[in-house]
C-alpha cells in the first residue's frame, strides 16, 4: 500500500506529511482513500483543471471518466475510486515485471 500512497503524493504534488497521520498511528487502505476522496472533493470545488491535470498522468481513461460522473449521484467518490484503482494497477504491473 506504500507504494500505491507515494504514487498518489507524485501524482498530485502532495507532500505525504499532509497525510495527517497521529504519532504512531498507522495508515491504513481506509485512511489512504478518505485522504484521496478529501483531496478529490478539493480539486472539483477550487481547482479543476489540475484535477483534470492528474486524472491525465495516473491514465485515468477519459471516456470512463465521463461515464462514471454522468452515472453517479456522488462524483468525488468515483473520481477518487477510479484514482485508487488505476494506481493499484500501476502496482501490481510493476511488481510483475520487476521480478518481485
Not at 511488481?95 to 518481485?100: M, V, W
Request: proline share 1%; no cysteine; charged share 30%.
Amino acid at each position: 500500500m506504500q507504494t500505491g500512497l507515494a504514487l498518489i503524493s507524485k501524482d498530485f504534488q502532495v507532500d505525504s506529511k499532509n497525510w495527517k497521520l497521529e504519532q504512531g498511528e498507522e495508515m491504513t487502505e481506509d485512511k489512504a482513500f478518505n485522504f484521496l476522496l478529501k483531496l478529490v472533493e478539493h480539486l472539483m470545488a477550487h481547482d479543476f483543471n489540475r484535477l483534470l491535470n492528474s486524472l491525465y498522468r495516473i491514465d485515468v481513461s477519459e471516456e470512463k471518466l465521463k461515464l462514471a460522473l454522468a452515472e453517479s449521484n456522488h462524483p468525488a467518490q468515483t473520481v477518487a475510486q477510479m484514482i485508487w484503482d488505476r494506481e493499484l494497477q500501476k502496482v501490481e504491473t510493476r511488481k510483475k515485471y520487476s521480478g518481485r
